[in-house]
């Protein structure tokens, strides 16, 4: 049971668009949401977070859209650029008391054609 | 059937002490990966190991040692502890399909340095 779904496996836009990444998610106890960014063989790098009490957070290029109620979160990258293909994963916390869950979704690869 | 697991679930020891984290997947993966979670919940990879090879090294001290006695298990080696180690451990297994790889997320190892 995916309880974090990423269900475009990829996705391919032109440089210098915007590029939406969309993340649904089934657990209500999700409080944090993570964006990755992935090349092959490598770890993620990190790229923006959310908190569940907030709706948008941007950081430069990247902005994360958050839907509590729709339980989905979407990342924004605009201007695309080429440096921008690769796997961008969704990831979500439950935090608590002495005690971490973190779920990531299967990954969505994005292709920026120069 | 639990596909990457981690013992122990939490760890509290003191300053100075030597402990070791274990790893294991059911999953016939390749590649595992030990990565970091600091204070903003921020996931940074250690290591990375593949066919027992290890392919990536991140800039951690040499405190840190990873050991794999088979392609199954992963584990951490953690000599001298220091405060600043005390974090949330995740151990990783990766299928790589084509150009798509996926991460599978063990449930994590809090530790906690006294």
């Known amino acids: 049971d995916q309880q974090v779904k990423q269900n475009s496996p990829s996705l391919s836009v032109q440089e210098g668009r915007i590029s939406i990444l969309n993340c649904d998610y089934t657990?209500?106890?999700?409080?944090?949401f993570l964006w990755y960014k992935k090349y092959p063989a490598e770890g993620p790098t990190f790229l923006i977070s959310?908190?569940?009490?907030?709706d948008k957070n941007e950081d430069g290029r990247f902005t994360v859209f958050l839907n509590k109620s729709a339980k989905h979160l979407s990342l924004h990258i605009v201007p695309s650029q080429p440096g921008d293909s690769a796997v961008y994963f969704c990831?979500?916390?439950?935090?608590?008391?002495?005690?971490?869950?973190?779920?990531f979704g299967k990954g969505t690869k994005l292709s920026v054609i120069p | 059937d639990t596909a990457v697991s981690q013992t122990p679930k939490y760890l509290v020891t003191q300053m100075g002490n030597d402990k070791s984290i274990k790893c294991e997947q059911n999953?016939?993966?390749?590649?595992m990966y030990w990565y970091k979670q600091d204070s903003k919940k921020f996931l940074k990879i250690m290591f990375s190991?593949?066919?027992?090879?290890?392919?990536i090294n991140e800039t951690v001290p040499n405190r840190f040692s990873p050991k794999s006695p088979d392609k199954a298990h992963l584990n951490l080696h953690i000599n001298s502890l220091e405060l600043g180690d005390s974090a949330v451990y995740f151990c990783?297994?990766?299928?790589?399909?084509?150009?798509?790889?996926?991460?599978?997320f063990g449930p994590g190892t809090r530790l906690l340095v006294l």
């Open positions: 190991y593949n066919n027992k090879e290890l392919i």
């Open positions: 990831a979500a916390i439950i935090s608590g008391a002495g005690s971490y869950q973190l779920t």
């Open positions: 990783a297994s990766s299928l790589v399909q084509g150009n798509q790889e996926t991460q599978y």
């Open positions: 999953l016939g993966h390749d590649t």
């Open positions: 959310i908190s569940s009490i907030k």
């Open positions: 657990n209500s106890m999700f409080d944090y």
